[in-house]
């Protein structure tokens, strides 16, 4: 069982930036894909980013050259770090993980979920 704490969010104007941390637990947090998914009021939730073991990363096109995602496999951390806000963006993230490192946009790959954290850009 691995469990998923998002911490970072809040409120940002248009054009700066948040950085989203997720601390994960487990030994073996290093073998997991992890995912950033974000859902914004009245949508269906949507990929975001992605990072393997290797790691190798992945990006919606909506952030690509915007958003970077990171992780520090020593403290069970992934990162998300996001420039250029745009409103939006404005959405909860969820952090999420995954055994494999195949269909990483797919949310319903994730087998372990956090609870997410708010992000409000203003125009």
């Known amino acids: 069982q691995v469990q998923v704490v998002e911490s970072g969010g809040g409120l940002a104007q248009a054009g700066g930036s948040l950085r989203l941390s997720c601390a994960a637990s487990?030994?073996?947090?290093?073998?997991?894909?992890m995912g950033w998914f974000r859902q914004a009021p009245g949508k269906e939730r949507e990929f975001v980013a992605a990072?393997?073991?290797?790691?190798?990363?992945y990006y919606a096109d909506s952030v690509k050259g915007r958003f970077t995602i990171s992780r520090e496999n020593a403290k069970n951390t992934v990162y998300l770090q996001m420039n250029s806000l745009k409103p939006e963006d404005t959405a909860v993230y969820y952090c999420?993980?995954?055994?494999?490192?195949?269909?990483?946009?797919?949310?319903?790959?994730?087998?372990?979920w956090g609870q997410g954290t708010e992000v409000t850009v203003s125009a």
């Open positions: 990072i393997t073991w290797t790691p190798s990363t």
């Open positions: 999420a993980a995954k055994h494999g490192s195949d269909c990483l946009s797919g949310s319903s790959e994730y087998d372990y």
């Open positions: 487990g030994r073996t947090f290093w073998r997991y894909s």
